[in-house]
């Protein structure tokens, strides 16, 4: 009896995993289709300094117009597009489209913005990356000190040698660099020395329950301290309330972003938001 419910439960083992397999290959083939009809479009949403109350930048961040489910968010896609190798040519479209988007954004209001990207660790560990931000870089004509791009800790982790000899170069182009949802991996403080990196985007699991949170108070300070005597810039994803706001800007953070400010906006909004507000030079 015991080996009957084993092969069953083998079989219904199997039964999911071909439809998780079905259902990857499905993912994998709207996402390419995607990809060639155009289905993908960057939302963008604002960077706001803490002391002068403007928008300094945005980020970038990729939606999925699907024909059926409508707006998709990436949280759906990303993983899917990584674990198959479509991140590569889809990172290339969004970097691309971001540099030409920022581009536009710069001549209509005549001067300097900073846009942030995303990267996945697959795209990093390319061995024509550096090429690929070039291409885009020249294609564009954006200037390089106009664009950041965003690397989790774990992409870091990822191959670290040929990752920061990479990063090298990047900067080295004077684009900047940030470490995006600081504070969920496990980097050493020894090992973020080494990286040259120019900003830490603090994640927004340590602003949820601030200002009531006492130990989330203590994390945010202590992030907050700890980078700026590595003189990083401090960014805070997630600021969605005014108390929130006051505490990290009494904290020293140099950038915040949330839905407290701007959820993110398709680059027309997003547009006609910096028009209204005013935005500041970098
Ligand atoms: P992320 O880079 O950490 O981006 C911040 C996420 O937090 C965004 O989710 C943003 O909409 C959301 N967010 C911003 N403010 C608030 C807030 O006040 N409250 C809450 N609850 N959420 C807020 P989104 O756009 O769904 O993106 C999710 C993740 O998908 C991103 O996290 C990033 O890891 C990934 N992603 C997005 N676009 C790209 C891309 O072009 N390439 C790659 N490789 N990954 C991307
Ligand atoms: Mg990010
Ligand atoms: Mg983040
Ligand atoms: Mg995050």
Redesign the pocket.
Known sequence: QAKDKGRNAFQFYTADMNQAVEQRLTIERELRQALKFGQFE??Y?PFVDFESGKIIGA?????WNHPVHGLV???EF?SA??ESGL?VP??KW?LKT?CYQAKGIQKALGRKFRIS????AR?LSESDFVKTLDGCLNETGLDPKTLEL?V?ESTLMEDAESVILKLREVRRRGCSLAI??FGTGYSSLSYLKRLPITSL?V??SF??DLPDDEEDREITSLIVAMAKSLHYEVIV????TPEQHAFLANCGCHIG????YS??LPVDHFMTLLFSDGSESI
Do not use: C, H, M
């Open positions: 960057l939302f949403q980020e970038a961040l990729i939606r968010s990436p949280v990303i597009a990584e991140i889809l990172g969004v971001a990207v995303n990267l996945s795209q965003e989790t995006d949802d985007k994640d927004r602003v949820k994803e997630g600021v969605e972003q949330g839905y407290f959820r993110p």
